[in-house]
């Protein structure tokens, strides 16, 4: 098993898988495209259909796609219990993370990361001056995190309590609050969703893969 991955200092898309199939214990190895690369686009166009990563490659199967990849995971390993047990919480799982993986898009483009942003690099030195649809985005966020942690977070200190496929998902979310020094106060939080940054950017597999950025 492989997967196919951007460079770990900032690649968010290839974080989130990465961080499932460690939860699940697989075993598979890595190949790093440099995304940013003079031969980045032949290299592209030979190991994914969508010209984009991350891509998982099983038994003779090309799987593209963060979610599709986690999707994967969550019927080949049901013991990881990638998703909520409880059936509520499960739906709201899935819809939260269906929901980063189309949207917040004034937070992807207002906060990007890449070679000069990096998940695990320094701080920026000025935090960006939120424009209208940024101070939506995390005004959704803060409040997403919140009723999550509220109706479903009782197990644990994750998203729903356990570690779920949304907190792989979210992990690269919380790099951003790092980096840009966004102040989750500022948009309705009562200190809830920045404790949940600090689970994500201390949970054990994403502190390997931020060493493994660094080495």
């Given at each position: 098993?492989?997967?196919?991955?951007g460079?770990?200092?900032?690649?968010?898309?290839?974080?989130?898988?990465?961080?499932?199939?460690?939860?699940?214990?697989?075993?598979?190895?890595?190949?790093?495209?440099?995304?940013?690369?003079?031969?980045?686009?032949a290299?592209?166009?030979?190991?994914s259909?969508?010209?984009?990563?991350p891509?998982?490659?099983?038994e003779?199967q090309?799987?593209?796609?963060?979610?599709?990849?986690?999707?994967?995971?969550?019927?080949?390993?049901?013991?990881?219990?990638?998703?909520?047990?409880?059936?509520?919480?499960?739906?709201?799982?899935?819809?939260?993370?269906?929901?980063?993986?189309?949207?917040?898009?004034?937070?992807?483009?207002?906060?990007?990361?890449?070679?000069?942003?990096p998940?695990?690099?320094?701080?920026a030195?000025?935090?960006?001056?939120?424009?209208?649809?940024?101070?939506?985005?995390?005004?959704?966020?803060?409040?997403?995190?919140?009723?999550?942690?509220?109706?479903?977070?009782?197990?644990?200190?994750?998203?729903?309590?356990?570690?779920?496929?949304?907190?792989?998902?979210?992990?690269?979310v919380?790099?951003?609050v790092?980096?840009?020094?966004?102040?989750?106060?500022?948009?309705?939080?009562?200190?809830?969703?920045?404790?949940?940054?600090?689970?994500?950017?201390?949970?054990?597999?994403f502190?390997?893969?931020?060493?493994?950025?660094?080495?």
């Amino acid at each position: 098993m492989q997967l196919v991955i951007g460079p770990k200092s900032y690649s968010t898309w290839s974080l989130r898988p990465w961080l499932v199939l460690r939860r699940c214990g697989a075993a598979f190895t890595e190949r790093v495209v440099d995304l940013y690369g003079p031969a980045s686009d032949a290299e592209l166009a030979e190991v994914s259909p969508s010209r984009k990563v991350p891509v998982l490659n099983v038994e003779g199967q090309t799987i593209w796609d963060s979610l599709a990849i986690c999707d994967w995971a969550a019927e080949r390993y049901p013991q990881a219990r990638l998703w909520p047990a409880d059936p509520h919480a499960r739906w709201m799982a899935r819809s939260a993370t269906c929901e980063l993986h189309s949207g917040f898009m004034a937070l992807r483009n207002e906060c990007g990361m890449g070679p000069d942003h990096p998940m695990v690099g320094p701080l920026a030195e000025t935090p960006p001056a939120p424009s209208a649809a940024l101070a939506a985005d995390l005004k959704r966020l803060v409040g997403l995190w919140r009723e999550a942690r509220d109706r479903f977070g009782a197990g644990g200190p994750y998203l729903f309590g356990e570690w779920s496929v949304a907190d792989a998902f979210f992990t690269p979310v919380a790099t951003r609050v790092r980096h840009y020094r966004l102040d989750l106060a500022a948009y309705g939080d009562d200190g809830t969703a920045a404790a949940y940054c600090e689970t994500l950017l201390a949970q054990p597999d994403f502190l390997a893969w931020e060493a493994q950025a660094r080495a």
